[in-house]
C-alpha cells in the first residue's frame, strides 16, 4: 500500500530564516506531487506540483521554491522566511486523479 | 480558471440527524469531484469521490451527487455521529483540484 510521509511536524522559525520541509512517497512509482498552504481556518492553496522528476510547476508567485530530486521526494523551501509563510504546508500524491494527502507540517514564522 | 464556491461554512446538527453541504464550480472541462474530511491538525482524508460519468455514488452513511447541467454536487451524512464533526472540504478538477472553502460540521450527541 501507497503511504506518503512529511517532517518535520512542527517548526518554528525565525524571519529571514531559510526552510526546507521534506515529503516523500512509498508504494508508487512516478506519482503527480503536490504542495498546498492551509492557513488557519482557510481552505486549501496550490503552490507547486510535479509530474516528474525536475518538472516543476508553480501556481503562486511567491519567495518558496520546490524540487524533486528523485522520483517520490519532493522538497519545499525558501531562502528567507516572512511572517506570511506560517501556515499547515501538506503534501499530496495523485493517481488517476485521486489525490492523497500527507500529515503536514505546521510552520510558525516569528 | 476553477472557482469552487461551498456552503454553508457551519452546520450544526443532532446525533443522528442528516447533513448535506453543497458546492458550485465554474469550469465545465472539471470531471473528478472528491470530498475530504479534515481533522483538527490533520491532513485532509479522502471520503468519497464522483467522477463526470457518474450522477450518484454512495458508501454506506455517505453519498455524493453531481449535477454537471448545473455544474453543482452535495455531499450526504446520513445518521449523523460525534464523530463526523470534522471539516469537510469538497474540490474540483482533475490533474490539479480546486478546493472549496470547507464547511465545519458538528454533531452534538
Known amino acids: 500500500s501507497q503511504t506518503i510521509h512529511q517532517w518535520p511536524a512542527t517548526l518554528v522559525q525565525p524571519v529571514g530564516s531559510p526552510l526546507s520541509l521534506e515529503c516523500t512517497v512509498e508504494?508508487?512509482?512516478?506519482?503527480?506531487l503536490y504542495w498546498y498552504r492551509q492557513a488557519a481556518g482557510r481552505g486549501l492553496q496550490l503552490l507547486f506540483y510535479?509530474?516528474?522528476?525536475?518538472?516543476i510547476s508553480s501556481e503562486v508567485p511567491q519567495n518558496l521554491s520546490a524540487s524533486r530530486p528523485q522520483d517520490r521526494q519532493f522538497i519545499l523551501s525558501s531562502k528567507k522566511l516572512l511572517l506570511s509563510d506560517s501556515g499547515f504546508y501538506l503534501c499530496?500524491?495523485?493517481?488517476?486523479?485521486?489525490?492523497?494527502f500527507g500529515p503536514g507540517t505546521r510552520l510558525t514564522v516569528l | 480558471g476553477e472557482n469552487v464556491e461551498q456552503h454553508p461554512s457551519t452546520l450544526s446538527v443532532q446525533e443522528g440527524d442528516s447533513a448535506v453541504i453543497m458546492c458550485t464550480y465554474s469550469?465545465?472541462?472539471?470531471?473528478?469531484f472528491p470530498w475530504y474530511k479534515q481533522e483538527l491538525g490533520k491532513g485532509p482524508q479522502l471520503i468519497i469521490d464522483?467522477?463526470?460519468?457518474?450522477g450518484e455514488k454512495k458508501d454506506q452513511r455517505i453519498a455524493v451527487t453531481l449535477n454537471k447541467t448545473a455544474k453543482h454536487f452535495s455531499l450526504h451524512i446520513t445518521e449523523t455521529q460525534p464523530e463526523d464533526s470534522a471539516v469537510y472540504f469538497c474540490?474540483?478538477?482533475?490533474?490539479?483540484?480546486?478546493f472549496g472553502t470547507g464547511t465545519r460540521l458538528l454533531v452534538s450527541p
Open positions: 510535479s509530474i516528474g522528476i525536475g518538472q
Open positions: 474540490a474540483a478538477g482533475f490533474q490539479k483540484l480546486v
Open positions: 469550469d465545465s472541462a472539471s470531471n473528478y
Open positions: 499530496a500524491w495523485s493517481w488517476e486523479g485521486t489525490q492523497y
Open positions: 464522483i467522477r463526470s460519468n457518474v
Open positions: 508504494g508508487t512509482s512516478n506519482p503527480n
